[in-house]
């Protein structure tokens, strides 16, 4: 059973430039969050996906968007980057039915130069 | 303004000893409270988690408490082993996140090492 994975693992992008990050949510699960981790924070909640559909989201501005494909996998994307979007951005999902467990992948580590 | 506090950035103890990691918050409005492991080149997995009408919450060698009145949670492992080194991260969700895919807020970790 696969769990969440997200690729690519690391990206170098130049400031000013868009990227997209891509997760695909544990087997079962429908809904997707990303959180963004600077080094030596915790994980910081940008946005949650269910239902192909934006349902909540972080103190983060619009550059932040993102989309949830019919098979549940999502995307992130920055647009505009900055060298303070330089981060780990993880991806979690998790499934309905009562549990709040949120299962993560391994990130995607963007340096932005 | 930070809502969860780790004020220790890193925490040494004796294999086989207790290791206590504690976390404070801000925001009465949260109301589920867990704990999270982080390996390097790993996402971060649970642990254990308590909600807020609860004071104790035991799985094996960890246990959660939380103290509403102090705005106070701390994780027990005992006993200790090589193995839980790692980072601890601490979550708080509010009431009002909806569905089961709550919305955390995240604490800044604890990094634990467990000597042999």
């Known amino acids: 059973d696969a769990g969440v994975t997200q690729s690519p693992t690391h990206l170098i992008k130049t400031r000013g430039q868009q990227v997209t990050l891509r997760c695909s949510p544990k087997?079962?699960?429908?809904?997707v969050s990303w959180y963004q981790q600077a080094l030596g924070q915790g994980p910081q909640f940008i946005f949650q996906y269910y239902e192909e559909e934006e349902r909540q989201r972080g103190n983060f501005p619009d550059r932040f968007s993102g989309h949830q494909f019919p098979n549940y996998s999502s995307e992130l994307n920055v647009n505009a980057l900055l060298l303070g979007d330089s981060a780990l951005y993880l991806c979690?999902?998790?499934?309905?039915?009562?549990?709040?467990?949120?299962?993560f992948g391994p990130g995607t580590r963007l340096t932005v130069t | 303004d930070q809502q969860v506090k780790q004020n220790s950035p890193s925490l040494s103890v004796q294999e086989g000893r207790i290791s206590i990691l504690n976390c404070d918050y801000t925001n009465s409005m949260f109301d589920y409270f867990l704990w999270y492991k982080k390996y390097p080149a790993e996402g971060p997995t649970f642990l254990i988690s308590i909600s807020s009408i609860k004071d104790k919450n035991e799985d094996g060698r960890f246990t959660v408490f939380l103290n509403k009145s102090a705005k106070h949670l701390s994780l027990h492992i005992v006993p200790s082993q090589p193995g839980d080194s790692a980072v601890y991260f601490c979550?708080?969700?509010?009431?009002?996140?909806?569905?089961?895919?709550?919305?955390?807020?995240f604490g800044s970790g604890t990094q634990l090492t467990v000597l042999p």
């Open positions: 979690a999902s998790s499934g309905t039915g009562g549990s709040y467990e949120q299962y």
């Open positions: 979550a708080a969700s509010p009431v009002f996140s909806s569905g089961s895919a709550r919305q955390l807020t």
């Open positions: 087997s079962g699960h429908d809904t």
